[in-house]
């Protein structure tokens, strides 16, 4: 393995561990926007977690209606103790929270580009390269957290986010709900769904098996961040073999498996491209035949048919 190469692979490695940091750092993390006195909460996938009016006193008179209108007033948005008798203005609402939610979503973008460049700014092998395609190759719409990965994300059960995440012992999060758990599970969303004026919102699904040491690049698995390298860190991971007391966090033979595959995907789009190179050679000739050689006559000649019959007929 020559110098040059063993460089790439580190800092490209040391790229991929950082931004997986910052994807599971982002994912477990929330961020919030405001407009008008509404606070509106998202999960690090861009899902709208709560909503709530900062201050109710200053800001409530602001999103009624000097008249009466036939809106009917939802019971948890109603103030016995407030002297107004308009309804709600569902267009000012709707823009104050509109204005809210980009600004959160704002925040997400801003810290996923910030973690890309601050992971590009610590990384000298890839800085010794002196292009700038790593730096502008992606932006917050490719980097992780993905907006569409929500659904499959923050929707799994605490088990399937510690299996996907690569949580150590998974099944202690098979947990099972006993009756007045789901009970009081019930009551607490029944009370957070509606919009509060000084109460937060149910907060919904979240990833929440992540913890801060899941966040740091030593507890992420190194194979996990970059599949394409995964044959060649099988000796950086260590063997379970080599050393009892750390297992191995990768399945060697699986490894393997999927290497041999896609080198024969490869392979078979070489012979492809081979293939397609020498019709196009062909079919550049006047007359569509080649010129002989001296020893055309003592060498072997193979065809794509002999090749294709040979392949079924075995």
């Known amino acids: 393995m020559s110098f040059r190469y063993t460089n790439n692979l580190i800092g490209v490695l040391k790229h991929r561990l950082c931004l997986e940091a910052a994807h599971r750092d982002i994912a477990r993390r929330t961020f919030t926007g405001t407009c008008d006195g509404i606070e509106v909460t998202c999960s690090g996938f861009g899902s709208v977690l709560a909503m709530r009016l900062l201050d109710p006193a200053r800001w409530e008179p602001f999103y009624r209606t000097t008249t009466t209108t036939t809106t009917s007033i939802s019971p948890s948005t109603t103030n016995p103790s407030s002297s107004s008798d308009g309804g709600l203005d569902l267009v000012r609402l709707a823009r104050s929270v509109r204005a809210a939610t980009w600004e959160a979503l704002q ?3 801003a810290a996923k580009e910030e ?3 601050r992971s ?6 890839l800085l010794a390269r002196g292009t700038l395609r790593e730096w502008y190759e992606e932006d917050a719409t490719t980097l992780r957290p993905h907006t569409w990965s929500g659904l499959k994300e923050e929707l799994a059960t605490p088990w399937m986010q510690a299996v996907r995440y690569g949580k150590p012992r998974p099944a202690r999060y098979r947990m099972t709900t006993t009756g007045e758990e789901t009970q009081k599970k019930e009551d607490g969303e ?6 509060s004026r000084g109460g937060v919102a149910s907060q919904g699904c979240r990833v929440r098996v992540l913890e801060e040491e899941d966040c740091q690049p030593s507890g992420i698995p190194v194979a996990s961040t970059h599949p394409l390298y995964t044959a060649a860190l ?3 991971e260590g063997d379970a073999n ?3 007391r750390a297992g191995s966090r990768i399945n060697a033979q699986a490894v393997l498996r999927e290497q041999r595959r896609e080198m024969s995907q490869d392979e078979l789009l070489f012979w492809e491209r081979v293939e397609f190179i020498r019709c ?4 550049s000739i006047p007359g569509g035949v080649k010129r002989g050689y001296a020893d055309q006559a003592s060498t072997v000649v193979d065809s794509v048919e002999d090749k294709i019959e040979l392949r079924f007929t075995e």
């Not at 029944?190 to 919009?195: N, V």
């Not at 196009?280 to 079919?283: D, F, K, M, R």
């Open 120 to 125: 590009l700014r610590a990384n000298s092998q």
């Open 115 to 117: 973690a890309h460049a």
């Open 280 to 283: 196009g050679q062909l079919g």
């Open 242 to 244: 080599d050393d009892g």
């Open 234 to 236: 099988i000796h950086l």
């Open 107 to 109: 925040r997400i973008s």
């Open 190 to 195: 029944a009370k957070g769904d509606s919009f």
